[in-house]
């Protein structure tokens, strides 16, 4: 028996459990960190760091099909792309060179103990690893989420992929299916598209249901531009193929549709991965989740639960955040979550990254009626717009761009890779009550809007505010062009956009 005892045990050394205990510790507490394989769990392996990167060498790749030969850039051989290339170079270079961070940043940086190795909760204060006990006033349950799988025929075979297996892949698929048209989805279906893979995604409701129309448009818009196929009310119901995969069976709309491909990618959702704090009796939700209160407290005394485990929303910042909460709550401070904070949210459409915070379009009329829109729209050049060419062989005007002038590329009014912006205004009280935009390099500053929206910042306020010019998010300019209404209305016309959804 170890004779030390810990404030606290964190089981699981992911985004929550590594924010957490770092929190604890900084509050003065001891901390002991359990974790089997990578500090900062899944992050840097086939998650956030991850994404991150493959969304940069995808962006690369589509940059280079689309300006291949124009201006002064040299005609590229595009056959030689490949996923399989860029995810190998991840793997040696950047999974070991994030983890060694990860462990610099822990260990060494932060100084906290960690207990490496398969850990095993005996019971709530007490936990096992490599064949040491250790012993803690509490027990904080750290260990993250999986892939939710469907049970249809056919999802052992080879090539029926999860986000898990994106960094492991070593061939490029020809055809890809996608199940699931959520975040992930969406997210991996725009990533593998420009290395010359042909994509479907099925999604059995909605794609991206919860995201204001203009977004999901913009993306349907810009997936039909580049060939990716998009089937929504699709009820997958098999997985054919003879060892690996070669095609997949889904109803729609009461036909039977086979979709030949000789790779899956599978994102349904997320199952928390609750099963080491079972014998614990904490109770444990519908998903699999542990049932948490709002101090990240479980069922029973001195046991919490953070990060996806405790359930959705399933964002990083919520994870460390529950960490930091019960971090708190250990060390009997105040802590609690606070639901006022609007969540921002983010989906990489290489070039670009659509991001959004606090409410829909839809969602802002139900509650404030006739609400303003402070938008930049995007689409097909309108028909009596002068010149209709600049340049002629330069696709629909857009100029060949590779950073954040990507969204300005929008005022060129040209269907290659505008993005679009859209702040939410509610004219009786000039408050911004959410903002939406695809392009690059916004989603720094929605971390910021999120807090705005919460303190009820107003168009007014907004006005006022510095802008470095140019900026990945143009919320300041376009706002201060008509904030000196005194009646708030909004721009005098509103160019509407082309519908792609359906
Ligand atoms: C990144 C991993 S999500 S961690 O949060 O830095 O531990």
Redesign the pocket.
């Known amino acids: 028996m170890a004779n030390e005892e810990y404030d606290a045990i964190w089981f699981g050394g ?2 929550a459990g ?2 957490g205990s770092a929190f604890n510790k900084a509050l003065g507490g001891k901390v002991l960190l359990v974790e089997k394989k990578h ?3 899944e ?1 840097h392996v086939n998650r ?2 991850f994404e991150n990167f493959v969304a940069d060498q995808s962006s690369m790749a589509e940059l280079m099909r689309q300006y291949s030969g124009l201006s002064w850039y040299p005609k590229i051989d595009l056959s030689k792309i490949s996923m399989a290339r860029a995810v190998e170079t991840y793997r040696k270079v950047g999974q070991p060179a994030f983890a060694d961070t ?1 462990k610099h940043q822990t260990e060494l940086q932060l100084q906290i103990e960690v207990a490496w190795g398969e850990g095993r909760i005996l019971n709530k204060n007490t936990v096992e690893v490599n064949g040491k006990t250790y012993r803690g006033k509490n027990l904080v349950i750290a260990t993250g989420s999986r892939p939710t799988m469907p049970d249809i025929p056919g999802i052992d075979l080879d090539r029926v992929w999860t986000y898990r297996d994106h960094p492991e892949i070593r061939k490029d698929p020809k055809k890809l299916v996608v199940i699931g048209g959520g975040k992930i989805g969406i997210g991996k279906a725009a990533m593998f598209a420009p290395f010359n893979i042909d994509v479907t995604v099925l999604e059995k409701y909605t794609c991206l249901a919860n995201w204001d129309w203009e977004i999901r448009n913009w993306i349907f818009g810009d997936f039909r531009r580049r060939g990716i196929k998009v089937y929504e009310g699709a009820d997958v119901k098999e997985i054919k193929g003879r060892g690996t995969v070669e095609a997949v069976v889904a109803e729609i709309e009461g036909k039977t549709m086979e979709f030949p491909c000789d790779a899956v990618m599978v994102s349904i959702g997320l199952t928390p991965n609750s099963e080491p704090a079972k014998s614990l009796g904490v109770k444990i939700g519908k998903e699999n989740e542990i049932i948490i209160d709002n101090k990240c407290q479980t069922t029973v005394p001195g046991v919490y639960a953070v990060g996806d485990v405790a359930g959705p929303p399933y964002f ?1 910042a919520i994870s ?1 955040k529950r960490g930091m909460v019960a971090a708190k709550n250990i060390m009997g401070e105040e802590g609690e979550m606070d639901p006022t904070l609007p969540l921002p949210d983010h989906i990489y459409v290489p070039p670009l990254e659509a991001t959004s915070v606090g409410l829909t379009e839809k969602e802002a009329r139900e509650k404030y009626g006739d609400v303003v829109l402070i938008r930049v729209p995007w689409g097909p050049r309108p028909k009596n717009t002068k010149p209709e060419t600049y340049i002629p062989g330069f696709e629909n005007q857009g100029l060949p761009v590779c950073g954040r002038m990507h969204t300005l590329n929008l005022l060129f009014y040209g269907e290659n890779r505008n993005g679009m912006l859209k702040a939410i205004v509610d004219p009786a009280s000039r408050k911004y009550v959410g903002f939406h935009s695809v392009g690059d390099g916004a989603k720094d500053g929605f971390q910021y809007l999120s807090y705005l929206l919460k303190i009820g910042w107003t168009i007014d306020q907004m006005a006022e505010l510095h802008e470095i010019f140019l900026n990945p998010e143009h919320f300041i300019q376009l706002s201060r062009l008509v904030a000196g209404q005194k009646e708030l209305k909004g721009y005098a016309a509103q160019v509407v956009t082309e519908d792609y959804t359906r």
């Open positions: 992911g985004a590594r924010f500090l900062g769990g992050c956030c760091a990860m990083m460390r």
